[in-house]
């Protein structure tokens, strides 16, 4: 059985409540078609996987499992518009160097796999709306960041993307701690 995996990491609860805020501060500043992201998706994803079968998986498992998995943190400290895409963002500046090695790391594992392979630079990021098109204001870096955040999360997880009837739910399936 095949399943749309990612790896990523989840904020903290704290963390969800306060990009909630920030989802609302935003959606002035957004075209109306703009659709936030749910809270219980939010997440910063590390790599895509794409279509992963049973064999690909347990095979992920077992280099994940073996992988070196140091901790970080990211200032998550900017907002960003990616109009092909059609999402609204939070993202990073820099990249700690262990956040990068750590992307670099889990896309080499995808590619031996012969997993999906992404076209992109590694930008860390948190999706805040989907369906967003453009800003119908001006580009909302007045917004207090001043309490942004840093997330420095303790578990990198193993992501299913699920579609349901009511829209995409992600479920995490797997943790590791990181050290």
């Known amino acids: 059985m095949q399943q749309r995996l990612f790896l990523g990491f989840a ?4 963390q969800k409540a306060r990009l909630s805020d920030l989802q609302q501060q935003l959606l ?3 075209n109306p078609e703009a659709k936030a992201v749910s809270v219980n998706n939010m997440h910063l994803t590390l790599c895509f996987l794409g279509q992963v079968d049973d064999d690909q998986r347990i095979s992920l498992l077992d280099a ?3 992988l070196a998995k140091p901790r970080f943190s990211v200032q998550l400290n900017q907002f960003d518009l990616w109009p092909n895409a059609q999402v609204c963002c939070l ?3 820099d990249v700690d160097p262990p ?4 992307a670099k790391q889990t896309q080499a594992i995808a590619g031996r ?9 590694f930008c860390p990021h948190i999706s805040l709306f989907r369906k967003a ?14 309490e942004m955040n840093t997330l420095t999360p303790e578990h990198l997880h193993l992501y ?3 579609s349901t009837s009511t829209g995409v739910e992600y479920h995490i399936l797997d943790s590791w701690t990181l050290g």
């Open 11 to 14: 904020p903290t609860t704290t």
């Open 28 to 30: 002035c500043h957004l």
């Open 64 to 66: 994940l499992d073996r």
């Open 91 to 93: 993202k990073a500046d």
């Open 99 to 102: 956040l990068a090695q750590l």
């Open 113 to 121: 796999l012969q997993l999906h392979s992404s076209e992109h630079h």
């Open 133 to 146: 098109k453009q800003w119908t204001r001006d580009e909302p870096a007045l917004l207090q960041l001043k």
């Open 160 to 162: 299913h993307s699920k």
